[in-house]
């Protein structure tokens, strides 16, 4: 079942790219253990090989329970396709790998995950690709970042860690005006609270890692593209419309028209790169997805109550939460994920860095981890942890400060994680 616009997303998040197994008629998607995949004769894996056909040949490159994935993770975005990959920093290279080349870079938001800024401000560059960081609330300067080598424009649609919300449709306009691609990383907001595409971005990132696997079990990826960008309307974009030496001169975008970025990405990206998602890491994902609506629903509930129960307690200075009247993203949640605005912030606790590390400390159901998006609470302490490379001029501009610790709040009962927080902040500005 694919049919988006037929079905609400309850259904869709269910049902979306699964059908019964062909060969024994189960009703779950199995996980198909297999490395290859046996062709038919001779002329079938000609045709596979020359992209003529579509069909599984080898597991870096589909894999079946990895496929039914790929085509609900894009049916829940709203895309034309999906590719999914090893985890989110794997999907992130392979969004930017067919847009980029030595000397070319891409313009992205300060307010990032902590990895993500590390990977964008420093390893990148050994591909020569380069990173030009920007306030993206203030959007001339976002305008002024984008030169002749720009290919494409970064953010996340709620941003670590402070929970802080993009105006997806301002950066969208800006980068359509640039004729290059806006790629959101959807991860905090989960395609239940947020479709960036219905706000102008061309490619959508996850870290399936998060909320859309849900319980911490396994890491992934996933790039979904909208199919909606003209590849070809200048030359800015040559592995898309140029012809592909490794397929005999074939042009992707020619060929595959909405499909092209997908194709690319299974044909050269996951080929070459090999940033692969294994079956089994499917399934879990797959699970997840069942029930993603029902948890986003209850994540946004908890946060309201508890970043509400914090805002008025006088042993923390402030709260990040874009769902709080006082946030001045109040009003963007409404327009950019109505749904509310998921299950991260960030608040500062008054006694500053050793107040932060006290508390995580002290606290008994929260987890101390570097995650976010599972099922139960979760706490990290940015400067001392994710952003600790970082120096504090970029860590208060990342919105990691080191008075401020991130919460991700789970699904528990929002009482029992009130009264954890009630008492570690006593123990931790006694
Ligand atoms: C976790 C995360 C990533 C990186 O994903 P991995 O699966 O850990 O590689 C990227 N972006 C965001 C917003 C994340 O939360």
Redesign the pocket.
């Given at each position: 079942m694919t049919d988006g616009p037929k079905y609400g997303f309850d259904t869709l998040q269910i049902h979306a790219g699964a059908r019964p197994d062909p060969a024994t008629g189960a009703r779950q998607t199995p996980i198909y253990q297999s490395t290859a995949f046996v062709f038919r004769d001779a002329e079938h894996a000609a045709a596979l090989f020359n992209l003529q056909e579509v069909g599984y040949i080898y597991s870096r490159l589909t894999n079946p329970t990895v496929a039914v994935l790929q085509e609900r993770i894009a049916t829940l975005e709203g895309g034309a396709g999906a590719v999914c990959c090893?985890?989110?920093?794997?999907?992130?290279i392979m969004a930017l790998f067919p847009l980029m080349a030595p000397g070319l870079n891409v313009v992205v938001s300060t307010r990032?995950?902590g990895?993500?800024i590390t990977q964008f401000g420093q390893t990148i560059k050994r591909f020569g690709w380069e990173a030009t960081f920007v306030d993206f609330d203030d959007l001339d300067a976002v305008k002024a970042a984008i030169n002749d080598k720009t290919r494409a424009v970064f953010c996340?649609a709620i941003?670590?860690p402070g929970g802080y919300i993009t105006d997806l449709d301002a950066i969208s306009a800006i980068a359509d005006e640039a004729e290059i691609p806006l790629v959101v990383?959807n991860?905090?907001a989960t395609p239940y609270l947020c479709r960036p595409i219905e706000h102008g971005a061309t490619l959508v990132?996850?870290?399936?890692?998060?909320y859309l696997t849900g319980n911490g079990t396994v890491?992934?990826?996933c790039v979904v593209d909208s199919g909606t960008f003209d590849w070809s309307a200048n030359d800015k974009f040559p592995s898309l419309s140029q012809p592909e030496p490794a397929y005999h001169g074939l042009k992707f975008h020619e060929t595959f028209g909405p499909l092209a970025f997908t194709f690319h990405g299974i044909a050269i990206g996951l080929r070459d790169l090999g940033m692969t998602m294994n079956p089994q890491a499917a399934h879990y994902t797959l699970m997840g997805t069942e029930t993603l609506s029902l948890r986003m629903d209850r994540h946004v509930e908890n946060a309201v109550k508890i970043a509400g129960w914090l805002e008025k307690d006088d042993r923390v200075d402030y709260v990040t939460y874009a769902g709080l009247k006082s946030s001045p993203y109040f009003d963007r949640v409404k327009k950019i994920c109505p749904r509310g605005a998921g299950g991260l912030f960030t608040f500062a606790v008054k006694g500053g860095y050793d107040a932060c590390v006290k508390l995580v400390n002290a606290l008994e159901i929260f987890s101390h981890v570097a995650?976010?998006?599972d099922a139960r609470s979760l706490i990290i302490h940015s400067a001392s942890t994710t952003h600790r490379q970082l120096t504090e001029e970029q860590q208060r501009a990342a919105g990691a400060a080191p008075e401020v610790v991130r919460v991700s709040i789970g699904i528990e009962d929002a009482d029992d994680l009130i009264a954890d927080l009630d008492q570690a902040l006593s123990k931790a500005t006694s």
């Open positions: 090893s985890s989110g920093h794997a999907a992130q990032l995950y990895g993500t996340e941003a670590n990383d991860t905090s990132v996850h870290s399936t890692t998060k890491t992934g990826g995650n976010l998006g």
